[in-house]
C-alpha cells in the first residue's frame, strides 16, 4: 500500500525558513512525481510545485525564486525547502505522488498525505 507523510510544519516568522518532508513507502516503481498542495481554509486546494525525473515545475509564480524540491532516494523522502516565507504562505501544505509525469492538477494525483500545518506570523 502507498503512503505518504508529511512533517516539517510549523510556525514561522515572516522572512524565515522551513523544510517540509514528505516520507513516502510501499511502492518500487522508479518514474513517479511528487506534487506540494496546499490548502487554507475556504479556498479550493492549489498546486505549489512538483517533482519527477523530468525536473522540478512551479504552479504558483510567487513561490519562484523562494522554493524548491530536492529528494533523498536512499531514505525515500522528498524535501519542501521553503525560504523567505510570508504571510500568504500560511496553509496545509500536503504531499502527494502520480506516476510519471508532474500536473498542477490535484485530481491527477492518486495518493496523498496528510498535511502540515504551516504559519507564518510574527
Known amino acids: 500500500q502507498v503512503q505518504l507523510k508529511e512533517s516539517g510544519g510549523g510556525l514561522v516568522q515572516p522572512g524565515g525558513s522551513l523544510t517540509l518532508s514528505c516520507v513516502i513507502s510501499g511502492f518500487t516503481e522508479d518514474y513517479w512525481a511528487i506534487g506540494w498542495f496546499r490548502q487554507v481554509p475556504g479556498k479550493a486546494r492549489e498546486g505549489v510545485i512538483c517533482s519527477s525525473r523530468d525536473g522540478i515545475t512551479y504552479y504558483l509564480d510567487s513561490v519562484k525564486g523562494r522554493f524548491t524540491m530536492s529528494r533523498d532516494n536512499s531514505k525515500s523522502t522528498v524535501y519542501l525547502q521553503m525560504n523567505s516565507l510570508n504571510l500568504e504562505d500560511t496553509a496545509v501544505y500536503y504531499c502527494?505522488?502520480?506516476?510519471?509525469?508532474?500536473?498542477?492538477?490535484?485530481?491527477?494525483?492518486?495518493?496523498w498525505g496528510q498535511g502540515t500545518q504551516v504559519t507564518v506570523s510574527s
Open positions: 502527494a505522488r502520480r506516476l510519471r509525469r508532474c500536473s498542477g492538477n490535484e485530481n491527477e494525483y492518486r495518493t
